[in-house]
């Protein structure tokens, strides 16, 4: 939290209003699925919480929801950078042919495409955008972006996807499934496409804009992996079996109260 001092001041003033506004309690409740950005942790009791939507043992503190959003406006920056390089392609709606507006919010345009997988446990999740490469290129074709983006003293750390292979093969492959069954043959730049070659993986410095960039082809063997990661956590959910810990990060984790005591979700 932040620091009251007497006099009025926008720190104080803002960071209230943005721990109100995310720590209130929801007029909806989110129902369970696999969320892709947690399926690259060796922890499956993690995943198990996260698909489960189990409320986190503690608020979201002022740096953190800080954080999430200067993310979220990386990644928008990031692919304003790609359209303007002309390499970006965005979800369009087939009706209208203009971005679709938020499945959230219905409001505020998305321009990310839609995954589900209901096999694989994924309801809902989104990809940050296509990108194509030209003819003439080592890399012409279309790859899946993912980007994240990092506190400066983090990026010295980013030396591949790591775990974020998970998030990005299973993208790769169930935007290439529907790529071949024509569901973004309206939208131009996709029309009469049907590979997805992989995915390109980029790292922005939140202090400098700079990135790192990882390009990685599909991985059928890999993509066996995480198929079996996920029909694993499945297996747990309909078993209402809590899965084993596995130390991921556990003095960060939402849930390490939950865990100590072996909770479990019944419904
Ligand atoms: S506290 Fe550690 S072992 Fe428990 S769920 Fe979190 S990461 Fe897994």
Redesign the pocket.
Known sequence: MTTKSSAFNLTDAVGKSLYDSRNAPKDYVSKPGLKPSELG?P????I??SFHKVPSNFPWEVENIKAAEAGDAFHAMFRGWLKRAGLLIENLDRRTGEVPLSFIDKKTPDPEFPVFAPDLGVRYAKVDGIVKVPEGNDRSGLWILEVKSKAPDKMHWVKSPDRDRYQGTLYAFVLEEALREGKFEHIPGLTGETDIRGTVYVYIDRATGDWKEFWEEKNPEFMGEVISKALLVLDHVERKALP???????NW????D???LEYKVEA
């Open positions: 942790s922890c499956l009791r993690k198990y919480y084993p810990k596995t130390k991921d990060f556990c984790c939402s849930w390490r939950k865990c100590a």
